[in-house]
């Protein structure tokens, strides 16, 4: 299986983990949903991940969700594993287990008790040492973790730890920290490094313009991400922003804290994408009038993409 | 001048506050200002809130510009004044002046050290206790304060605080919150108050589908919010919806935090409003790649909003 | 194994984790920290807490030490494991494996994201549903959680859940909340529960003249603790004092956040308990003038000792 | 009025500010709570501290009470004036007014927006060119503001803007950060600026061993500040434990946070420097368990102090 570079692009989608509504996993559905995503032009997909509900798995689950999602893949697409934890000890088990079994690298949050410059620095480049020659995603998202990384700590890990290839941004939506990493590797002050942008695709026309490589994020419509990011790379930067423009009532929509996960969960399931939008416990329960809304923004929405062609 | 009561309705924009390159008040803008706002639809005005650069104004400005803005509408519309502060002197201090002054009313938001129900409801008692007989708005905003207030609490204080006429719905969108509210008031559980939403109008739609009374925010355009507000009371609900997707690529642009602020003043200078774009310090700038960004976005929203008729 | 009951009183001893300086975890000083503890008149241990580098260990090191101590103890002493996680799947996993192999108890402390009463008494509702049938105990400690949890909500969870049984009282220091609690039980509105105080002892005196039963936390002096239960209990407040007085200067230095833990090793290695101070990392490391400091602190407290007799 | 230097040393005591039980201003015990502090030896004061119930009082009220201990001063001790605030425009308002007064100094604390190490540098970069030529004192305390400040940035800080002079180190403790900032003066990298400690004191002995250069704190008892500070600079380490230890179990009871200066203010009135121990709203109020603490507390403490001569 080949491991992510700093050259990787294109959309990485946060896969969903799929339950029946008794709370198991649902294996058949997690395939169904690898081939889905495939099917609309992911290159590559990632576990785990905090709308995963990974903590809501054992270890001995997470694990599973892994090997199965690897097997369906079967080496042709680079799957991506969320390894954070509260301790190293776990997140290095974890991420040895998902190495071993074939992932193509591992996502990196900080803990929220590191707050100066050289705490988020030495976070890194301890977890980088646990991790050994594992690539890894730095996931900056602020609005989560209540972690602010500067543009001046980003560089300054991607130019000590060379197996800190990509960057997961996320930091609402920090449009000028993309340029800003792009100038300096430009500059050759740092490393290029991938950037693949996160919030739910809600900024992504305009992530495109200032250097990403593409999103990491979750949306029941990848679709959308794909197809911007290529009407982008083709040079149709109004066709990308029709597009985007197009979905982004309902992308707006999902992103809900709290709410958002569930209403994913939901459109998949219509879509037949996954068996259940059921999630594990907590979770909240859509109200007659979120699933109105929904239905309302989902019909404005094909009537928009049949507009545009 | 009338006082803000439960009937409060339709569109309360959040209005900036002008100043001079050199960062001394423009009062011509301010009047500038309020004219636009006023004939764009308003109903009301809410001044030194958080997107009114409040805490960089001493209290003289802050007094003198409410003066200025209550001078300028004449008693007409209703003029809300922000006056939360660390400690209840100076909010009591601030309250009693502009109410003095002709205010309709006062905004107050809980600091982010309480956190239990019990603190929270302690801390609007108070409020109230200080500001006598002044109505005043509760804000919900917790991605700001860190106070997350449930739909119990808030009707406490609505039941045992006759001065609670008013709900700044801003808990990221909590439509269910809104529905909850009016669940309870139809029930007769709670006493009916007005609900505007915040959040820079990006759910208004939804909003008062679940039955807010309108917005209390701030948009660059607030003519999508007082169109929206109209479709909607007129029953076009689809209309509302196109009307509000016109726009929202925009709005979204708007909403970025902390460079929000100076991409709502870039727009009001632009288009004539306001004099200069400056924000006291400290304050952000806006990159050539933001500002080719807004001119990209106003020239698609004009398109389509053209298309709109 | 008998299980922990609301009628457990003494003192808990908050159990570091030994390694040795390669990182391993060192099974045979674990043994010798299990029999000082003992020896010192511990009433029960506690395992897995945040002092014990709990988030530092694989799920497999956990559960191995867990019955390493219970191996050691031969069921005549009461083990609280810590079985908090970001997620229920992993804490239900843990809390299965550890009650199987023989604990007494666990203990569950809320994550940050909760805040409002009903948030609070959620997560634990589903906490003691996910745990079944097994006693925990209710760690309240918003110095690290950031959770304010109110007199009134412990109540309400008191009666509600069965299994829980004791309260970690750690709001800093709270006296007046275990007055309440026990104000609450003695007028047969809640169930009177254990109260064990944590704060490394550093209000124990006073905590017990409130109405608690002993403590539950850490300190490389546990004797202390001890014998100011026992004069307490005997009546002798003063001789209680005398006590805590003597080794309060050292206690409150220990208390020190970030680097406590380092401190308590090393005087627990220092007084022969284990055979090495390491920490995991991250650990910080004890300079010079902390080590002078400690040196000065042991002499003084063990001359004020032999003054006290 | 001389103004404060890099050479401040000794004890700036944090002074309560006075009300009358119906809640305004005891302007009479503010005179005789200031004889009190000088005849105890204070060698400044501070005013309008987050312990002096700064945010309860009106624009007004605070520089009445800044003038009124100036004027009862009489230009022989310096006076500290706390001008902390949401934004620049009133901590440049009323640091203006007051040092226009007479003041000697003003101090200022981050606002928990700040976080990373440009953040936090910019920030006071910004303050101190607001404040002009007006020397400031850094305060550093991150349980209060949330705000982590390394030994990097305060040695930046302290290099780039000649007007910070002082340090309020309460850096819980922070005894490391002490003597990382003398070695780096030592090393002559950074001048060497007046490090004062907080915290009620409760690490003063350590703190002056690693080279701080007084306290900068409030404690019902400030004699044991002044009488520490010297009998350490006298060599006399041992006695300045013994003095230490034997205020140590009431500093430690002060100091718990919320219904600390509700101790402190009972126990001034106690000893009759104030009139009352009244706090403005909110305050909690003393229960009689608390109560019986204190009494017994003092107690102790007064014998201890008589076997000590």
């Excluded at 992911?42 to 054992?58: Q, R, V």
């Excluded at 690298?105 to 620095?121: H, I, K, L, N």
Aim: one cysteine or more.
């Amino acid at each position: 299986m080949p491991l992510i570079t700093e050259a990787a692009a294109g959309v990485f989608v946060i896969a969903v983990t799929p339950f029946t509504p008794q709370g198991a996993i649902d294996y058949a559905s997690l395939d169904s949903m690898v081939d889905f995503y495939l099917e609309k032009g992911a290159s590559g997909l990632t576990l785990l991940g905090m709308m995963g509900e990974a903590p809501k798995l054992t270890g001995a689950e997470s694990l599973a969700v892994v090997k199965r999602v690897l097997a369906r893949v079967g080496g042709t697409t680079p799957i991506v594993v969320g390894v954070s934890a509260p301790g190293f000890a776990p997140m290095q088990e974890l991420g040895s287990q998902v190495m071993d079994a074939g992932a193509a690298g591992v996502m990196v949050a900080p803990p929220s008790s590191v707050r100066t410059d050289d705490q988020v620095y030495s976070y890194f480049e301890t977890a980088a040492a646990m991790l050994g020659d594992t690539p890894f995603v730095l996931q900056d998202y602020p609005l989560a973790t209540g972690v602010q990384i500067s543009t001046a700590v980003i560089n300054r890990i991607v130019q000590a730890l060379p197996t800190c290839v990509m960057l997961k941004h996320e930091d609402w939506p920090g449009l000028n920290k993309i340029g800003a990493l792009r100038a300096a590797s430009d500059r050759g002050e740092a490393r290029r490094i991938s950037i693949l942008c996160g919030n739910g695709g809600i900024f992504l026309p305009e992530e495109l313009s200032r250097g990403a490589d593409g999103a990491m994020t979750g949306f029941a419509y990848p679709e959308m991400m794909v197809e911007v990011c290529k009407a982008h790379a083709a040079g149709d930067v109004e066709r990308a922003h029709d597009l985007f423009d197009a979905y982004l009532p309902l992308a707006r929509y999902e992103l809900q804290p709290g709410l958002g996960l569930q209403i994913r969960k939901h459109i998949l399931a219509r879509r037949g994408v996954i068996a259940s939008a059921a999630l594990r416990a907590p979770a909240g329960r859509l109200s007659p009038g979120d699933l109105a809304d929904i239905e309302r923004l989902i019909a404005r929405q094909e009537r928009k993409l049949a507009e545009l062609g």
